[in-house]
């Protein structure tokens, strides 16, 4: 089945440092989301893109929908220890179901 | 509070001794999905509902069994788990079929030993 890479695997950064993390795949898809698992919760959703090229910000984090619709990034600014946790993509084909593909996940580790 | 809500969030049991876990929302949502998650591989998706008396399987159903006799509640059923089910598992929940606002629960952290 499709398979969404996510890089990189792990981060470990210090407070203020600015994050960068991004999904690639061999299939295009029509819809891009970014989610956080805190610990010990479920994923919740960030971002939401629609539109290759879109870029789309909420608070510190922005996001881009790639303009080949096989990719997407996440940058998170001025990181603060409260964004520790795993960050997913998921891609989305399309068509009469809801399924998303799910990236493996990044963890972030912010050092205060 | 709008919420999914699953239980138990913690379960050991051993090989062969079917369990359920119970997943319900309190939002009206046609759709319902179960995922597993395991270190280095994401998300699957093991079985979806979109809507009463409607599943189908995801990508992972093996060793699975769903049941969606009403909209609220949608558990999981592993008849006769075995190790290799050890996971965390997460129910999710949205409004419409092509809806990506999946609303997660807490998950449950399951050991089979």
């Known amino acids: 089945g499709q398979q969404l890479n996510q890089s990189p695997q792990s981060m470990f950064i210090q407070e203020g440092e600015d994050v960068s993390m991004n999904c690639t795949s061999s299939?295009?898809?029509?819809?891009w989301l970014w989610y956080k698992q805190d610990p010990g919760e479920g994923p919740v959703l960030l971002i939401a893109?629609?539109?290759?090229?879109e870029l789309t910000s909420n608070g510190r984090l922005t996001a881009q929908f790639g303009i080949t619709r096989k990719d997407s990034f996440l940058n998170i600014s001025a990181s603060i220890p409260s964004d520790v946790g795993i960050y997913f993509c998921a891609g989305r084909i399309g068509g009469a179901t809801n399924k998303l593909i799910f990236g493996t996940g990044t963890l972030l580790a912010v050092q205060p | 509070e709008a919420q999914v809500t699953q239980n138990p969030r913690y379960l050991i049991t051993v090989t062969g001794k079917k369990l359920t876990v119970t997943c319900s929302q309190n939002?009206?949502?046609?759709?319902m999905s179960w995922y597993r998650q395991d270190p280095g591989l994401g998300l699957r998706q093991i079985y979806y509902?979109?809507?009463?008396?409607?599943?189908d399987k995801g990508d992972v159903p093996e060793g699975y069994k769903v049941s969606r006799k009403e909209k609220r509640n949608f558990p999981l059923i592993l008849e006769s788990p075995s190790p290799n089910q050890t996971s965390l598992y997460f129910c999710?929940?949205?409004?419409?079929?092509?809806?990506?606002?999946?609303?997660f629960g807490s998950g449950t952290q399951l050991s089979v030993l």
């Open positions: 893109l629609y539109k290759a090229g």
């Open positions: 939002m009206n949502h046609e759709y």
């Open positions: 299939s295009i898809f029509n819809t």
């Open positions: 509902s979109m809507n009463v008396e409607v599943t």
């Open positions: 999710a929940s949205s409004t419409r079929v092509v809806n990506e606002k999946l609303f």
